[in-house]
């Protein structure tokens, strides 16, 4: 399963990348590709990838470093709906954290999810994110994840 890779978003796969669906219960936990795409052309700080399995897209991701601290985020990672279920988001999900350490040279990441987000919320505990006890702004429960 070491074949799924994250490339930058360019004219080469930005159509595909739009064109990626969730399941209907899922469209109130994330925003969309197209409001991700949006927000990351406002804030240079965010880094828009596809993820591929092979040379086939599979979902999206968003990370980014803000502020005097550095604070890094996964702010977004989704599957598309034809490939949930397979093991895609907890492999991506892995390597993601691997890249923004990297990247970043942290310790520390951040991410937030949507209350009832009960999938995310497992996936999330399962690779090591910790729950804060505390919320942002938009009532989404806030997490870390250190090494």
Known sequence: MSNINFRNIDKSNEEAVRKIELKGTQENF???VDECLKEASMY???NPVAIYK???IIGFAMYGSFGP???TWIDRILIDKKYQGKGYGRIAMNKLID???EKYKVNT???SIVPGNEAAYNLYKS???KYMNEKDENGELLFKYEI
Do not use: A, Q
Request: hydrophobic content about 50%; overall charge negative.
């Open 69 to 71: 601290n550095k604070d």
């Open 127 to 129: 690779i090591g994110f």
């Open 99 to 101: 890249i923004v350490l």
């Open 44 to 46: 240079s700080e965010w």
């Open 109 to 111: 990441i951040y991410l």
């Open 54 to 56: 092979n040379d086939i």
């Open 30 to 32: 994330i925003e969309t």
